[in-house]
């Protein structure tokens, strides 16, 4: 079965220090999503691609966060500096353009910030 | 405005006995409605998906949900629990030209044996 991959699994850094997300769609999914998940929350939509464009990135704190899909497959999230209550489970999602099939999930990366 | 509301934040049964677990949304739109289930360090598995055909949506596992639009109720049942469905589980709506999903808290289902 196809699986939305992500790297890496587990993410420990210090505050101001810069991390990285990778996630791999479902191949041929047009629209990727990243969602943060604080400890006993709900996943929260960060930032929605359809192909290379971004479609929503309304709740993405533009002024830490940047999130590319350069060539409307694999995407990075970045955070730079990252701070203590950015710690939390970033999810990555992709479905077709039309969501005929739903939406999967990545196993997510766990970031720590110390 | 629309938003997703898990009446329970746990819920406690022992297995061989049914779950429920409840889910209220409020959407201007007709809605697409999700459960999603999430073990402990995992990411998120889909049981099943309301799409505006048969209100009684059957999922994997067992699982299956009603989509009552006159309750805005869209309510997730099994009939007998087992040891493993132990795990978090998201109601969610989809809406919009985007189709942006939106997360209900999240219920957590303990099951005792």
């Known amino acids: 079965e196809a699986e939305v991959a992500q790297s890496p699994r587990y993410k420990i850094t210090e505050k101001s220090q810069a991390v990285a997300f990778w996630c791999d769609p479902i191949?041929?999914?047009?629209?990727l999503y990243w969602y943060r998940q604080i400890l006993g929350q709900g996943p929260e939509l960060l930032v929605q691609?359809?192909?290379?464009?971004?479609?929503?990135d309304s709740q993405l704190p533009k002024d830490r966060f940047s999130a590319e899909r350069l060539k409307g497959v694999d995407s990075t999230l970045k955070i730079q500096p990252a701070e203590l209550g950015d710690s939390a489970m970033y999810l990555c999602a992709s479905s077709l353009a039309d969501q005929t099939t739903g939406y999967t999930f990545g196993s997510g990366t766990r970031l720590t910030v110390v | 405005a629309q938003s997703v509301t898990q009446l329970d934040s746990h819920v406690s049964v022992s297995e061989g006995t049914p779950v429920l677990l409840r889910c209220n949304y409020s959407?201007?739109?007709?809605?697409?409605l999700f459960w999603y289930v999430q073990h402990p360090n995992k990411g998120l598995q889909l049981l099943l998906k309301?799409?505006?055909?048969a209100t009684l949506v059957k999922g994997i596992n067992g699982f299956e949900a009603e989509f009552k639009k006159s309750e805005t109720s869209f309510h997730l049942t099994k009939p007998s629990a087992h040891m493993s469905d132990a795990a978090e589980y998201f109601c969610?709506?989809?809406w919009g030209a985007g189709n942006m999903l939106t997360f209900g808290g999240g219920t957590r289902l303990m099951v005792k044996p």
């Open positions: 959407s201007s739109y007709s809605p697409s």
């Open positions: 191949s041929g999914h047009a629209t």
């Open positions: 309301y799409t505006s055909a």
């Open positions: 691609f359809q192909d290379e464009s971004v479609v929503d």
């Open positions: 969610v709506v989809s």
